[in-house]
């Protein structure tokens, strides 16, 4: 076993993790506390890394970028609440489904509009764009670092927010009973579209941080939204605490997957069956546990105490 | 009411022979999602020819409809079967993705007509899946990385690691470089097409296993992915990265936006460049670039390519569409005048042509395009020609 490349497989994983971890975190938020079903969501991503990339190329600099799109996408969000999520909060499920999938046409081709169909590559600054070596054999891109950094601050910084804060309080407890709420004379629409501007702020987070990785492109929501629900529903629907472990677990089993199942299956079949199968099954994995999960603890693995 | 049945009838009449005066082309491609980006270049190309052509082959009008495959062989199985019954298409052409031709094929193939491939060329329909109306304007998918093993055997790599994408073309292109690299393979990686963005795992592994080159194939947005991780990853020295339909013309602009320079001198195999030197490839890359700014990409060169080879063959039965056994002759022969130059068809009808190795440079005008720096092979042929039954 090469434990360098376990090391650096696992710093990987984790990085993943994290980033799925912004993207579902806005998702579990909105789904858990405004019980609505947002498909757009990915869409936003998306939204965030393009914004994030043209930005870029005006201000000369991927860090200034980000500060400026943060609120940007904050801002989209609020107006996909205002404009549509708020007449959709009464109707059930498969309404929000509708909805928002018609939501995800329209943002799709309307980036192609603006952005063309080719993407865009996100170039970062030379301190960032190199590699460090944290022990022998170990080299890692600076910008993973930065993006395992961003992704546990931030995970630090909501249970802060949700725990400890006013806000927090008022979100918990709009969960756990919306119309008290407001009788105690909350205005809870206010909060409901704070709460989704800030999964928006989240998911376009996610979007920004992974532009200089693969570039902006068109359909890059579609993905990473599927894989999103996975987490949330592995870690409990409407749970930070849950989205956050199984955003981990996740990418560490789909990193650790993609590195050493080929390996595993050569124990017992031969090299060409390997290559074909392993690849086929560590993509199936997520989903097998998540199945798993869900037939032994239906309501994932941390459901909120409230619900 | 009996001069507007007769009216009617009229012009029934003559819009059955308006239609009986054109040939009705359909071309799938990708315009949606994020291989639009090869789609719309392949459509500016295809309109182009026909602008190029006054808009018609021999007498006929050119009417040209585009299908949208969506990136997924279930639509672009849909699209075709539209495209075949309720348009009634004499010829259909496009198809990038493999697995979306492979899905397709049999749709136009038992309706009798004309399938014209501009890129997708995965092993069975050169072989024991041929068919007397099948031609590819493109290439067989095993044939450029069989050109790039030739290259890695004469630069002295003695070993490589491999990472290509889990569908039909990706295994193409691993079966292609294994068949002509003398060297060791120390391992070979298949990713989820098209999902997967970030190879943060399958670099690492590549990087461990102290391969002295990596050969990769990602075509479209995945390839730009992989070129600014490989960057990040600052394997340049360590790991000489060698590719095959990666880098093209359509991820070079972006590269050149995001002054991305290590991609510059990077080396890669194909069957066109836009400098190859003759009239038709001279006229097409000019106009083009006149006309949206850009350097065509090797896709839009074959979907040009595909254009004036169906030019061939309507005029060759002076617009007798229903003449199908000459208008293969006429198909077969090749004649028509190619981007890449002088090519001839094989049994199987895939192009037997040279093969170069492009590098990428700057023009005079600083952008950054590609040359020629040698021919690999003069006249290669794709190794399923002996299964295909035809002869």
């Known amino acids: ?307 | 009411m009996k001069k507007l049945l007769s009216a009617a009838l009229a012009a029934t009449m003559l819009t059955s022979f308006v239609q009986a005066a054109e040939v009705k082309i359909g071309f799938v491609t990708t315009l949606t999602t994020g291989g639009a980006v090869i789609g719309k270049d392949q459509e500016k190309a295809v309109n182009l020819a026909i602008e190029h052509m006054g808009g018609k082959m021999g007498d006929l009008d050119v009417n040209l409809i585009f299908a949208d495959d969506g990136f997924k062989p279930e639509t672009g199985k849909q699209v075709t079967d539209k495209l075949v019954k309720q348009d009634n298409v004499d010829i259909v052409a496009g198809y990038i993705w493999s697995n979306v031709l492979l899905a397709s094929r049999k749709s136009v193939l038992d309706a009798g007509k004309f399938l014209i491939t501009t890129n997708a060329g995965p092993g069975p329909v050169a072989g024991k899946l041929c068919h007397e109306n099948f031609f590819s304007a493109s290439w067989q998918n095993d044939e450029t990385p069989m050109a790039m093993g030739e290259v890695l055997n004469q630069k002295g790599v003695k070993s490589i690691y491999i990472i290509a994408p889990n569908y039909a073309a990706g295994k193409g292109m691993v079966a292609g470089v294994k068949r002509t690299f003398k060297g060791a393979i120390l391992g070979t990686d298949m990713t989820t097409w098209p999902t997967q963005l970030d190879f943060s795992a399958e670099l690492a592994k590549a990087k461990a296993s102290g391969a002295e080159g990596l050969f990769i194939f990602y075509p479209g947005k995945a390839g730009g992915a992989f070129m600014k991780q490989y960057q990040q990853a600052g394997l340049k020295d360590s790991l000489p990265l060698y590719t095959t339909f990666t880098v093209d013309a359509l991820s070079l602009p972006k590269f050149q936006a995001a002054e991305f320079t290590d991609v510059l001198g990077s080396q890669f195999t194909q069957q066109w460049d836009p400098t190859i030197d003759n009239e038709q490839n001279k006229r097409f890359v000019a106009d083009f670039r006149a006309k949206h700014g850009s350097y065509p990409s090797f896709y839009a060169a074959q979907a040009y390519d595909s254009m004036f080879l169906i030019k061939s063959a309507v005029e060759a039965v002076g617009g007798d569409l229903t003449d199908m056994d000459s208008m293969r002759a006429a198909m077969e022969s090749a004649s028509y005048p190619s981007v890449r130059g002088e090519y001839t068809y094989g049994n199987n009808h895939m192009p037997i042509q040279a093969y170069y190795l492009r590098e990428v440079v700057k023009d005079d005008d600083g952008n950054w395009t590609t040359k020629i720096v040698q021919t690999v092979y003069e006249a290669h042929q794709d190794i399923y020609a002996k299964d295909c039954p035809l002869k």
């Not at chain 1, 090469?2 to 579990?28: E, H, I, K, P, R």
């Not at chain 1, 909105?30 to 965030?48: C, E, K, Q, R, T």
């Open chain 1, 1 to 307: 076993m090469d434990y360098t490349l376990l090391f650096v497989q696992m710093l990987n994983g984790l990085q993943l993790g994290l980033l799925l971890f912004l993207v579902a975190s806005g998702l579990t938020l909105v789904f858990g506390i405004l019980d609505f079903v947002n498909l757009a969501h990915g869409s936003i991503y998306m939204l965030g890394a393009f914004i994030c990339a043209s930005l870029t190329f005006v201000l000369g600099n991927f860090l200034w970028a980000v500060l400026v799109a943060l609120p940007l996408t904050g801002l989209v969000g609020y107006a996909v609440e205002l404009l549509m999520a708020r007449r959709l909060y009464d109707k059930d499920h498969l309404d929000h489904v509708l909805g928002t999938y018609g939501l995800v046409l329209v943002l799709d081709t309307l980036a192609h509009i603006i952005w063309g169909p080719a993407g865009i590559t996100v170039p970062l600054p030379a301190w960032l764009d190199g590699q460090v070596e944290l022990f022998e054999g170990a080299v890692i891109p600076v910008f993973r670092l930065l993006i395992i950094a961003t992704g546990l601050a931030v995970a630090g910084g909501l249970f802060w927010l949700v725990n400890y804060t006013r806000l927090g309080m008022l979100i918990r407890a709009g969960a756990s009973n919306r119309t008290m709420v407001s009788a105690l004379g909350i205005n809870i629409q206010t909060l409901f579209a704070l709460v989704f501007a800030l999964g928006a702020m989240l998911a376009g987070l996610a979007g920004m941080l992974i532009s200089p990785i693969t570039g902006a492109s068109i359909g890059m929501g579609g993905q990473i939204i599927i894989t999103a629900f996975v987490v949330i529903i592995i870690g409990g629907i409407g749970s930070m605490k849950g989205a956050f472990i199984a955003a981990v677990i996740i990418g560490l089993i789909d990193t650790l997957g993609r590195s050493f199942l080929d390996k595993l299956f050569m124990l017992f079949m031969n090299e060409n069956a390997a290559e074909t199968a392993a690849p086929a099954v560590s993509a199936m994995m997520i989903y097998i546990l998540m199945a798993i999960i869900l037939a032994v603890k239906p309501q994932g693995l941390f459901p909120p105490k409230v619900r």
